[in-house]
């Protein structure tokens, strides 16, 4: 059972949207996170100008919650997905997405031709995280940014990263988590208005409406703005900060009580120093990440951290506890940061808001 | 998107009923593998006496399908669960769950009584495995048996217990896969006889209306039938076996070929020996078992199997792929068997039903 606290949610959702006024790049917050029509509904409020996604379905759930504007942060490859974002498109969303193939710009062209229709695309770049994306220092992703722009039925709006190893902690002794967020912040910004210099002086790109997109909760927090022969970051796309979780603890990019989310569970057994809980990896997933501990964080009903009490394994719908039980008793609540929200709420149908201890509404996950 | 194959799934459905019958033991499949009313009557068709569930919302959903008796393997504790337990049981449905601890079953006792009904519970075992349940071997064990039946408006059934063990693979060194399922399968058979044996002994059960059901799909197919001062196994409860996935294959408890579900999806991106299929955490699960490689078995769209591309990480929305893509090309459609199939189904809504090689159903994941 997945608890909101409302405050909580709002301040962070209100403080990111600062942090972006501030440095005048638009935010289009990752709706993955949440999957919820009135979460995305605050975002918009607060002056998000629209929401990114992971799917196809994400992009048709939250196009069916009143999001005109709707990014999906990947190549969309499946013909049956193209045609989707083209019946989207139709409609009078819009919707863009990646290509980082040849073969999978390609096919995109010709889909959107044989309707008539044009695409909106970015090209995605990799910032040596090592997922999806042509190299950013590569002379060949110069190439192919030309070669895409030069596709029937194609408009090429800019370049989009995520620098997922800003989740992988310090690169090396010494290194301090401050400083590894920094450098992963750093890193993204730099390759990304490195790529849009290198297009420039290949003839592809202009400053004027060149999009440039960049990810990941950790290094957004760390993110400043920079101009690069005229380019700037334009856009950036933080997800997970709206709950925050053990994870972002962990790197130290939020505290405790800037998380929004808990899941909710009650000790169902326990003798000695072994208890369990009726929630397993069907509600916190199996995730873990840089330096948590377990499988969450532990509160008992007052909101006191159960700082000797560790969840050491996960069965389907059991936790595994071990430590220090004194205080708690079998019957008693329990509630958990997961390490990793954002496939928690995957994992759950709805969301119990809750506003001074009491819960006020209940939103659905669009999952 | 989930594939099953239909006749894969009644041969694995029939061949499970027909071990069942030949030992003279109840077949309660888990349901918590499927989540879907469509299987689940299949497997009452073949023979099974009712479900297995893991939480009171599985309980919920297969009442509503029209399964009348149920069975939660795992002790009920919070007050709104046995409530809904009591509304269940006073709908016509049979209701039965597990106790462990004298707390949670004061607590059973008293909300039965309040409401004048009478609880049906087993006394959870703990064989070995670490989990739920009262140790098999402690005489203080035996002493709980005739506390709670000794309590007002409980009627206890028997006993219980699940032997995740079977899911370690070989305890040391020169002992095979094989051994160690029918160490694990004799283990759990061994210790559920003696603690009834012990029962009876101290005068608390006799042979005659006294449940002993176990679980677990690796022991439950190296499960044979045995006799101890009258006393038998009368009920399996595996739930695994109505797919089966790449853990059930590593520890060699089936084939590639009794696999029976499949997670479509397409390789997106690709360059040199990496490339990324655009299914990940939020469809396959992060969980790995004993030997199982990466993240699941791979497939092309003619069936062949990849054995040169392993699945060495997963996001959220993709799978890493590395290895040798000769012969497959970025739109191309690979099927992946779920390391851990409980979790993979859970995370998907529908199930869609193919035979020979043609989609003819689809069934709702009641999740």
Redesign the interface.
């Known amino acids: 059972m997945l608890l909101l606290n409302l405050d909580i949610l709002v301040d962070n959702v209100a403080q990111m949207q600062t942090k972006a006024n501030a440095f005048a790049v638009d935010l289009r917050p990752h709706g993955?996170t949440h999957k919820c029509a009135e979460i995305a509904q605050q975002q918009m409020a607060a002056g998000a100008v629209g929401i990114t996604v992971?799917?196809l379905k994400e992009a048709q759930d939250f196009a069916a919650s009143g999001i005109k504007s709707i990014r999906i942060a990947?190549?969309?490859?499946?013909?049956l997905d193209i045609k989707s974002i083209i019946d989207l498109q139709k409609q009078g969303f819009d919707v863009s997405f990646c290509v980082?193939?040849e073969?999978?710009a390609r096919?995109v062209s010709q889909i959107f031709q044989n309707q008539q229709e044009t695409a909106q695309v970015l090209l995605e770049v990799d910032v040596n995280y090592?997922?999806?994306?042509v190299a950013w220092n590569k002379a060949s992703s110069i190439d192919f940014y030309g070669f895409v722009q030069k596709l029937p039925n194609i408009n090429v709006l800019g370049i989009l990263c995520h620098a997922?190893q800003s989740y992988f902690g310090p690169a090396h002794e010494g290194e301090t988590l401050q400083h590894a967020l920094r450098r992963a912040a750093l890193e993204e910004r730099g390759m990304m208005l490195s790529f849009a210099h290198r297009l420039q002086a290949a003839g592809f790109a202009q400053p004027q409406n060149f999009e440039i997109s960049i990810g990941s909760t950790p290094s957004v927090v760390y993110f400043e703005q920079q101009e690069r022969s005229g380019f700037k970051i334009t856009e950036i796309r933080p997800g997970n900060y709206v709950f925050n979780d053990a994870m972002q603890v962990a790197l130290s990019v939020c505290k405790i009580e800037n998380c929004a989310l808990r899941i909710q569970s009650?000790?169902?057994?326990?003798?000695g120093n072994?208890g369990?809980l009726?929630a397993g990896?069907?509600q916190l997933?199996?995730?873990t990440g840089f330096q948590t501990n377990g499988y969450g964080l532990l509160f008992d009903k007052a909101g006191n951290r159960l700082e000797k009490l560790q969840i050491h394994a996960l069965?389907?719908?059991?936790a595994?506890l071990k430590g220090d039980f004194m205080g708690i008793?079998?019957?008693d609540s329990i509630e958990i940061i997961p390490n990793h929200v954002?496939?928690a709420v995957?994992?759950s149908?709805k969301i119990y808001v809750q506003q001074n201890g009491k819960i006020v509404e209940e939103w659905k996950v669009m999952?």
């Not at 009650?266 to 003798?271: A, K």
């Open positions: 993955k992971a799917t990947k190549p969309v490859v499946p013909i980082d193939s073969k999978g096919l090592g997922r999806t994306g997922g009650t000790l169902i057994s326990q003798s072994k369990f009726n990896k069907k997933s199996s995730d069965s389907e719908e059991h595994w008793e079998i019957g954002c496939v995957h994992l149908d999952r």
